[in-house]
């Protein structure tokens, strides 16, 4: 399986400001995907990153909170705007292939907002 | 829509007692994945098994074992002579293929303590 790291592996960010989360794959990849995490729940879904075009982005979730970026297959960026402290979460990128679907995850950043 | 349970939010036994994590599914595809991954403390998600909905066999890799029944909808998994380092969050998590939407929906998760 590709090897993926996430930059930075945590920050504490003050209230109304952003931070951009790196996601880097050893390998090229046709699906990378960015999960949320909330403290003490299971991951959801922002959105799929689509290289060259726009985010395909979950109900929910809108691009001026959360702009994607991913200029090549093996690189995304996510951005949280405007940060609150509902923001505080765990934020994970994870690529996938299309024949099985299988899913492979960075090991997360650990934002929190004050 | 695609949902998926996990209906024992936390489970503990001791050390080389056996468990069972239960996970059931639902969705309208004919043609879906299902997976199961472990979090442990350390909080990187690691995947353990995925099967597809017409392969029904069930799998056994070392300690643990998968059950998957259609009829019931279910995807279970099974850790026989459970470890200390098997305590994790586990989650049950399903894609669909009809749809061409090829994001995972995952369940709660299953916090496993396993007591030495």
């Known amino acids: 399986s590709a090897v993926i790291s996430q930059k930075p592996s945590r920050d504490i960010c003050q209230r109304g400001t952003s931070l951009t989360i790196q996601c880097q794959v050893d390998?090229?990849?046709?699906?990378m995907f960015w999960y949320r995490q909330q403290p003490g729940q299971s991951l959801t879904l922002i959105a799929t990153a689509n290289q060259g075009s726009e985010a395909t982005y979950e109900s929910g979730f809108v691009i001026d909170k959360f702009p994607i970026s991913r200029p090549n297959l093996t690189f995304s960026t996510l951005t949280v705007s405007n940060m609150s402290p509902e923001d505080s979460s765990i934020y994970l990128c994870s690529v996938g292939t299309t024949d099985t679907d299988t899913q492979y995850f960075g090991p997360g950043t650990r934002l929190t907002v004050l | 829509a695609q949902k998926v349970t996990q209906a024992q939010t936390e489970i503990s036994v001791v050390e080389k007692e056996d468990v069972t994590l239960d996970c059931v599914y639902e969705?309208?595809?004919?043609?879906?994945?299902l997976f199961w991954y472990k979090q442990p403390p350390s909080g990187e998600l690691v995947f353990l098994i995925r099967?597809?909905?017409?392969?029904?066999q069930n799998e056994i890799s070392g300690r643990y074992s998968w059950n998957f029944q259609k009829s019931t909808s279910s995807f279970n998994f099974t850790i026989t002579a459970s470890q200390v380092v098997d305590s994790a969050v586990y989650f049950c998590a399903l894609s669909e293929r009809n749809t061409g939407r090829r994001a995972l929906t995952f369940g709660s998760g299953t916090r496993l303590q396993v007591q030495p």
């Open positions: 390998s090229q990849v046709t699906m």
């Open positions: 969705t309208r595809d004919t043609t879906y994945y």
């Open positions: 099967r597809n909905s017409f392969d029904e």
